[in-house]
């Protein structure tokens, strides 16, 4: 049996020897990292204008997402009276813990796309629950503020195959496009995934078969996370 | 068997050459004989859970094989220095130190990859091939013989999940790698953000349609008893003659 001291020095030494080589490589590897996970980030927002990009997202190298965000697109900040937040660009606003604040609280973030051809995009981020945890994504609205022009969802732990679907098929998030978010009146409408099948073109679109409770959650994300960009929308028309 | 392997060896053994026969065996046997999945029914929790796409199988093994080899490596260069009441706990600090190093390294490297993978590289840690190969070989062999040993483990392992992965995401999404292979439309295979992949065979079998199971974990179950049937029916050291 070994004695304490001996146990405790072996204990202590090889903490601090592994301690010290994990920061080192930490240190080292920070930077680049935090690069990518905001390439990653990007990448996300700018599959929901795909179809009005030069070349399909998956196609972009990391430089080239770098640059239209330097040179095309404007990060902002909006809080829930529709007011511009000086300061803070889009990428500050965490959509995760500003769902923990109380709603009037909140700030939200505001991409701006302008497209090559004068067009611009609107990327609203948004949030929600899924069936196992949450889910989140970005709507891109056109100039008109009101006709979807893409969205991209993804989430945190949705069964792969069914809810998991909103991510991996292309063809349920491509349902979205040219849908409006607001009804010939002009009352605030969202977009609903319906089960069983679309059945207002406009306002609606079908549903996955076997993941009803997230795309009930999609549905619900969307209806409140769009609204909250409201008050800047009203303003943005006028 | 610890303490005689660790006292009886004699000086003369050094003389061996680097990669003789034990070495080979030791490197070959898990990929069969002594799989770690098939036949010891190690690490079958990521197994199931990584499987469904090939991609990341392959990044999960390779995440496997080097932590594997070098704790194993590690764990034998400290094996004579590892007081027995705290050995445990030794083994543990090697193995997360070397699973945040992978951690680190995909989040350098490869980032997308790193979100699919999430969970389940910081679950290499609980992985009961490496530590099982730890307390059963590396506390008790050599440096260079227990990294051999890990990496063989790590092979087999490996080896087991690629295949599964291979059949789910054939018969799952009709793609191999990202292209298309059987199945009518192969948009779905774009599922890397790098990847832009495009459909190669997609409209060899048009008719088939995926089978949802098998992008669920409970498939990679199925997969991997049909993988222990056959193996234990054409391998005659595993037939059980009792």
């Known amino acids: 049996m070994e004695s304490t001291g001996k146990i405790v020095t072996f204990i202590l030494i090889i903490t601090s020897i592994v301690a010290v080589s994990l920061t080192g490589l930490r240190e080292l590897t920070k930077s680049q990292a935090a690069i990518n996970e905001s390439v990653f980030n990007k990448r996300a927002i700018l599959s929901a204008i795909d179809k009005y990009l030069d070349k399909p997202t998956a196609q972009l190298t990391d430089a080239e997402v770098q640059t239209i965000f330097s040179e095309r697109m404007e990060q902002k900040v909006v809080d829930m009276d529709g007011n511009l937040v000086d300061g803070m660009t889009a990428a500050q606003v965490d959509l995760a813990k500003e769902r923990k604040k109380p709603e009037a609280e909140r700030v939200l973030p505001l991409y701006i796309y302008n497209a090559t051809d004068g067009n611009k995009f609107y990327i609203l981020s948004v949030r929600g629950n899924g069936l196992w945890d949450e889910i989140w994504g970005v709507v891109a609205l ?76 999609v549905t619900e994300m969307l209806k409140r996370g769009i609204r909250y960009y409201e008050p800047y929308l009203s303003k943005a028309k006028s | 068997m610890a303490d005689v392997a660790v006292k009886d060896k004699p000086k003369v053994q050094e003389r061996e050459p680097l990669f003789g026969a034990k070495e080979k065996k030791l490197l070959v046997d898990p990929l069969n004989d002594n799989n770690p999945i098939t036949v010891q029914v190690l690490g ?165 349609s995926n089978n949802n199971l098998m992008v669920l974990p409970a498939a990679a179950m199925f997969v991997i008893g049909i993988l222990i049937w056959l193996q234990r029916s054409y391998n005659q050291k595993l037939i059980d003659i009792s």
Not at chain 2, 93 to 98: E, G, K, M, T, W
Not at chain 2, 105 to 133: D, E, F, H, W
Not at chain 2, 164 to 172: L, N, S
């Open chain 2, 44 to 208: 079958i929790c990521s197994a199931l859970a990584v499987t469904s796409l090939v991609a990341p199988s392959i990044v999960m093994s390779v995440a496997v094989i080097f932590v594997t080899g070098f704790s194993s490596l590690f764990t034998s260069l400290l094996r004579n220095y590892i007081p027995k009441s705290v050995r445990l706990i030794a083994q543990l600090i090697i193995i997360a130190s070397l699973v945040t190093v992978v951690e680190l390294a995909l989040k350098y490297l490869n980032y997308p990859i790193y979100r699919q993978l999430s969970v389940y590289i910081g679950l290499i840690i609980t992985n009961c091939i490496v530590m099982g190969r730890l307390e059963a070989f590396a506390m008790a062999n050599k440096p260079w013989r227990a990294f051999v040993d890990g990496i063989g483990n790590g092979l087999g392992y490996g080896a087991i999940l690629i295949l599964i992965a291979i059949v789910r995401e054939i018969f799952g999404k009709g793609t191999l790698l990202g292209f298309g292979l059987i199945g009518p439309s192969n948009e779905q295979a774009s599922y890397l953000i790098n990847t832009a992949a495009e459909s190669g065979f997609g409209s060899l079998f048009a008719w088939y």
């Open chain 1, 142 to 217: 056109q100039d008109d503020l009101k006709t979807i022009a893409g969205v991209a969802f993804d989430h945190a732990g949705e069964t792969p195959g069914l809810g998991a679907e909103i991510k991996d098929n292309p063809t349920f998030p491509a349902q979205f496009r040219g849908k409006k978010i607001y009804d010939e009146q002009g009352e605030y409408t969202s977009v609903v995934v319906r089960k069983g099948g679309a059945r207002d073109k406009n306002h609606e679109v079908d549903g996955i078969s076997g993941a009803t409770v997230t795309a009930d959650g």
